[in-house]
């Protein structure tokens, strides 16, 4: 009798989390892909319009007013799905995934500089913690609820499932094992991924065109000094985001800061006499792996971007991460001699990898992306930035971790 019921049970549990990878996973890759389908139609628009740009300050005040009269605590971003994975106190409000879609869509739309990881992971676990409603999930099972939900937003967003079941359990818990939730992010991110081809929606592609070389001791050597720069990019991405952050904190309204932020981008873009720093940035980042970027652009995209942000606009980091760190990658192979291809590879992860705290995520990233050829450069340049890039990342809810032991030990 007590083995019937101990069977039941398993089923149970078997059938519950079946259902809970199956809806999470058909939902997030489904908003999703309608999520990169507006992105992409907003971003043409914005190109053939370039006019609209001079909306960005009234785009930024209905965002700031939409947060502020139902956001709540979802203002909070990525940094509130951290916080509730560590310390569990309440649902996710259902109410963040539709708000940093509205936002998103209107930051890129009139021309501000932003990315889509925050905006799918956002929705991934926002969708996914709804299930509490319906299910008696403990302490423990709601952690993996938020994993899988992060999965499969970055999965779909990004089409690799296998980097966004990593990123999921990795983000929350930096340098820290936790295999319980391995198995469900696994399978809600491919799911999610799936859900999103369904609707034929394309992702972009990075194709590295020289020939990779055989991993040498000069190759390992060069790999961790550029790894070390691109840690040091993440650095100043995050240095740069606290700083704005601050200076935007001393106007008092905050729905004037998106306001006086839109003014400051408008005039940024005009001296600049370009639009390629705002946006998604992709063709510059397609272009960093044909020809050596200028020597400014990073720096120019980390600033706007960082900006834009600190400004109270809505979107995500981690395009903009990638852009940063595919034009540093492709400048440096006039001085680094690795291919141009090959560096701009490394920096597209490597800067990734440094800001969130994430190397492992973005190494299987990299295989993902550019193949099992560079995989070894990629490897040495993900973690050489991890460690180079300071306490702190991007989000700042993460806690603990091989890093933040490191540096305890180092006094720094």
């Not at 992409?40 to 965002?63: D, F, K």
């Not at 423990?140 to 939900?149: D, H, V, Y």
């Not at 980097?163 to 992010?185: D, M, N, T």
Request: net charge positive; proline share 5%.
């Amino acid at each position: 009798m007590a083995a019937k019921v101990q069977y039941n049970t398993t089923i149970r549990f078997f059938f519950k989390w079946l259902f809970a990878c199956a809806a999470i996973g058909f939902a997030v890759g489904s908003v999703c892909a309608f999520f990169l389908f507006s992105l992409n139609w907003v971003t043409q628009y914005r190109e053939s319009q370039p006019w609209i740009i001079y909306g960005l300050p009234l785009a930024g005040l209905v965002i700031a007013a939409s947060y502020q009269r139902w956001g709540h605590t979802a203002s909070q971003g990525n940094n509130l799905l951290i916080t509730e994975y560590l310390y569990p106190q309440r649902r996710i409000p259902l109410v963040m995934a539709p708000l940093v879609l509205f936002g998103t869509l209107l930051t890129h739309l009139f021309g501000g500089s932003a990315g889509r990881e925050g905006t799918a992971v956002q929705i991934g676990g926002a969708i996914s913690d709804q299930l509490n409603r319906w299910f008696d999930f403990d302490k423990t099972e709601r952690r993996i609820l938020i994993s899988i939900g992060i999965s499969a937003g970055f999965a779909a967003v990004f089409g690799t499932p296998l980097a966004g079941s990593v990123f999921g359990l990795e983000v929350l818990l930096i340098g820290r094992k936790r295999y319980l939730g391995i198995l469900p992010c696994l399978v809600t991110a491919y799911l999610a991924h799936l859900s999103c081809q369904l609707w034929n929606i394309p992702h972009t592609h990075y194709p590295i065109h020289e020939r990779i070389p055989a991993l040498s001791a000069s190759g390992i050597l060069w790999s961790m000094i550029a790894g070390v720069l691109f840690g040091l990019a993440a650095w100043l991405f995050t240095l740069a985001g606290d700083f704005f952050s601050i200076q935007f904190k001393r106007i008092a309204s905050p729905l004037a800061r998106p306001f006086v932020g839109g003014i400051v981008i408008i005039i940024a873009v005009a001296l600049l006499g370009s639009t390629k720093y705002i946006g998604l940035g992709i063709p510059m980042i397609q272009e960093a792996f044909r020809s050596p970027s200028p020597d400014e652009a990073f720096i120019l995209k980390l600033l706007l971007t960082t900006f834009t942000l600190s400004a109270g606009f809505k979107g995500g980091e981690v395009t903009p991460l990638f852009f940063i760190g595919a034009t540093l990658g492709s400048a440096l192979s006039l001085v680094i001699p690795l291919p141009l291809g090959l560096l701009a590879a490394m920096g597209f992860v490597g800067v990734f990898s440094g800001a969130t705290n994430t190397p492992l995520a973005c190494m299987v990233m990299g295989y993902e992306l550019f193949g099992l050829q560079p995989i070894l450069y990629i490897a040495i340049a993900c973690f050489a930035a991890f460690i180079s890039s300071g306490k702190k990342g991007i989000y700042k809810a993460q806690k603990g971790g091989v890093k933040e032991t490191l540096y305890r030990k180092l006094n720094l």
